[in-house]
């Protein structure tokens, strides 16, 4: 199945899709991963990217376009996907009908405080990719894997939340109604238990 997962920031898209993944044994495309190691690895695509995702702003389509569309070409991809991150844009929808067939679009749900609620408290490492909470952190400040320093992303910050959130609403929102035309849209609760939400996702998947 090719299947995209839609959602504002911290709606838990890359979660519930890891796991999707790992039922289905498809691979995850997410575009913010790519980026983001673009941009540790100061590509002249990243470097551009980055002054985007700092302002809370989205990439350019040209860019994002460009990376997924080599993505959806490589080996693993024969056998289905699940696309995180990608579209973000109803041009970008359309873009993409042009390049691949999508199966079904899972939409999960959250409202705006709890999302704020949860980015803003996120802590990464930059050294393992491992990702905290600080209501979990019970005062730490390192990596419990690796023992670096855990840093809270400028993407992450309250004010750029805020930004990102104005964002997806204009922007991304208006692909519900795009998804839902075509008959491919599945909507999930995704402000509950992490496991009820995934058997809610792979139920919908399997009919």
Known sequence: MNIIFLGPPGAGKGTQAQRICAALNIPQISTGDMLRRAIADQTPTGLKAKAYMDAGGLVPDDVIIDIVKERLQAPDCAGGY???GFPRTVPQAEALEGIATIDKVVELDVADEKLIQRISG????????????VSLLNGATTCA???EPLIQREDDKAETVLNRLKSYHSKTAPLVDFYQARGKLVKIDGAGDMD?????ILKELQA
Do not use: E, S
């Open 82 to 84: 699940i696309l995180d």
């Open 145 to 147: 894997n690796c023992g």
């Open 122 to 133: 996120r802590r990464v490492c930059l050294k393992c990719g491992a990702t905290y909470h």
């Open 196 to 200: 009820a939400i995934f058997a809610a």
